[in-house]
């Protein structure tokens, strides 16, 4: 009987795999096409200044819609991106959209804010990746403190010698470096040490329940202390409640970016957004 019952579960486990697998494969087949056929849009989530509930700067998402299959998530996709290479195309995509939007902004003469792209570690590895992002900002005239990298801490620890060396002409470049989902890696405290970042993303896992447990909230307290200390400004991420942003306040937390203010949304909802200034 329990021999019956093990075949039948292992029997569908198999097939559960076996359909995730041709997802995967269609989904990696699929991120080139689609990129041309235009469907897939940089989204923006704002990030706000909690004391003075103003937009002071939003992180670029992509955003894949497929004609058949819907939205597609960035946590399934990047990593596939990432495994074929497709994510340089993808992110060289999304670079372009941004500087466009800003360099229409200045000639529409709206006041732009910072906006901050996501690299991942295989585009952070492409040796001709400064020369690029030099030559999409001189192109289209941006300003590069309006730019921001964030590169996620477990890439951080890869390699702290290449980092570093690729944060130092991003620097040079004029932009602005993150560390995201601060927290999440294996060596945290020596990639502080080590790596010259200029602003620290809590990870969402950190503050999800900073209004409950007791821990959580010290945890992220010290971290924000720990950042002022060394002199990096600090980002919330994944904050969704107004009970959260009242303790970031009060740990004197520099940006919140999280549901309970807006989620990412499309160029135009944005841009209508950072013009008008009665933001909640
Ligand atoms: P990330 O860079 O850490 O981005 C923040 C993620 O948290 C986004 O998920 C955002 O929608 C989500 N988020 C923000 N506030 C809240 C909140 O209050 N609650 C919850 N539950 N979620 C919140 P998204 O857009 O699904 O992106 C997932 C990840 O995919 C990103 O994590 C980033 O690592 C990657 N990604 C997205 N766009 C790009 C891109 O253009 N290039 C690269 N290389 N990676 C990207
Ligand atoms: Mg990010
Ligand atoms: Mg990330
Ligand atoms: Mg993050």
Known sequence: HAKKSLSKRYYLFDDKLFKNKMDLKLIEQEIKPSLISKHFQVFYQPKVNPCTEEIVGAEALVRWFHPDRGFISPALF???AEKTGDI??????VFNEVCSMLAEQKQKGIESIPISINLSRVELYQSDLILFLKSVISRYQIDPCLIEVEITETTALNDVE?????IKAIHELGMKVSMDDFGTGS????????VDIDILKIDRSFLCDIETNFKSKELVHGIIDLAKRIGVAVVCEGVEVQEQVKILKEMRCDLIQGYVYAKPMPRSEFEDKIQRDDFL
Not at 88 to 93: K, L, N
Not at 162 to 166: A, D, F, G, T
């Open 88 to 93: 340089i195309t993808v992110g060289r995509w």
């Open 187 to 194: 060596s945290t405290f020596s990639n502080l040490k080590q």
């Open 78 to 80: 990047i990593p596939i």
């Open 162 to 166: 290449l980092i570093n060396e690729k």
